[in-house]
């Protein structure tokens, strides 16, 4: 594999698979920890504890629940596009991209069971809860988008680096949080640990490949990286919208006009940034996307924000 970059793998990182040992906790119906990091913004509109872990027990329900559709919906299609591609790519790289999809396999089961245990014990009932995530949809539309259809094939890979490159430390900052419960932060380990090493044979196979495009693949390449990278990050504040009527017990426009009275639309394009910051240092590192070209989106959503969520 000469040339190609160096990327982590479970051996040499002495760790094996979380889908090896097939062990993980369920939720605890008597613990009085949280089940998500606390939102201080909205809190104080909350009038007892019950109300609260309503909020947060949903919002982890929602986290699931995005976590099976991005290891089936995005992760996954990328590994099985890799034979699709017209690019070269060295046997034994492909060969450990592979085992990822095993991985995330196992990462989609684990999220659901623990949904699922969460929706029983709970009482969770989310209006449009079968609806796709927003981002997914996105997404979707983007691989309709006439403009990609030279790239058609290399969307899925785009997708699974720009997902890839941020989980680890998603999963990472909930692992470490002292005041949520344990089974949490157990499952949220031992898949960020599995994601560390995923992230760096993404950006591993992006790095290659970006040097065998020719200038006008890589243009198109980095118009959808600039897409894929708003449409996956931006915080869904409708889904936050549900979480919190479900926990209040309030109408959905109720609940909104609470929303809006705590979040602006600089805090949410101030989220957006924080979330995806690694995947943001590895495409300007690499010349993947230009500073500019990331400033000019954030100018069109913040008005696509104004015009939307935040006009009420």
């Known amino acids: 594999m000469k040339n190609y970059p160096k990327y982590l ?47 947060e027990i949903a919002q982890f329900f929602i986290f699931l629940k995005e976590t099976i559709e991005v290891e089936h919906f995005l ?30 396999a196992f990462h989609a089961e684990q999220s659901l069971t623990y949904l699922n245990s969460l929706k029983l014990q709970f009482q ?21 988008n006439h403009t990609y259809e030279q790239i058609k094939e290399l969307l899925p890979i785009i997708f699974g680096i720009i997902t890839e490159t941020r989980i680890s430390i998603e999963l990472g900052r909930f692992a470490k949080n002292t005041q949520l419960e344990s089974s949490v932060r157990e499952i949220c380990l031992s898949h960020a640990l599995d994601e560390v090493v995923h992230s760096s044979q993404f950006q591993a196979l992006g790095e290659w490949l970006w040097e065998q495009m020719d200038d006008k693949i890589k243009q198109l390449v980095s118009a959808s ?30 609940s909104k006009k609470i929303i809006l009275q705590s979040y602006t639309v600089e805090f949410v394009i101030a989220e957006m940034l924080e979330i995806c ?4 240092k590895y495409l300007l590192k690499n010349k993947m996307v230009s500073q500019t070209q990331i400033d000019n989106r954030i100018t069109i959503e913040r008005d696509l924000l104004k015009n939307n969520f935040f006009n009420i």
Not at 125 to 144: A, G, R, T
Not at 229 to 248: E, H, I, K, V
Not at 277 to 280: K, M, N, R
């Open 9 to 55: 793998t479970f051996s040499n990182r002495n760790n094996v698979p979380s889908v090896l040992n097939q062990a993980f906790p369920l939720p605890d119906s008597n613990t009085d920890k949280r089940y998500f990091p606390k939102n201080n913004l909205l809190y104080s509109n909350f009038n007892s504890i019950e109300y609260e872990r309503k909020f």
């Open 75 to 104: 992760v996954i299609p990328a590994i099985a596009n890799l034979n699709r591609l017209n690019f070269y790519i060295p046997n034994k790289a492909k060969e450990d991209l592979y085992k990822i999809a095993t991985d995330e």
């Open 124 to 144: 969770i009932n989310l209006e449009d809860d079968k609806l796709p995530p927003k981002f997914i949809q996105k997404l979707e539309l983007q691989k309709l």
């Open 225 to 254: 990286f600039i897409d894929a990278l708003f449409y996956r990050n931006m915080p869904d504040l409708d889904a936050l919208n549900l979480c919190f009527s479900f926990a209040s017990n309030l109408p959905i426009e109720d």
């Open 277 to 280: 910051e690694p995947t943001i």
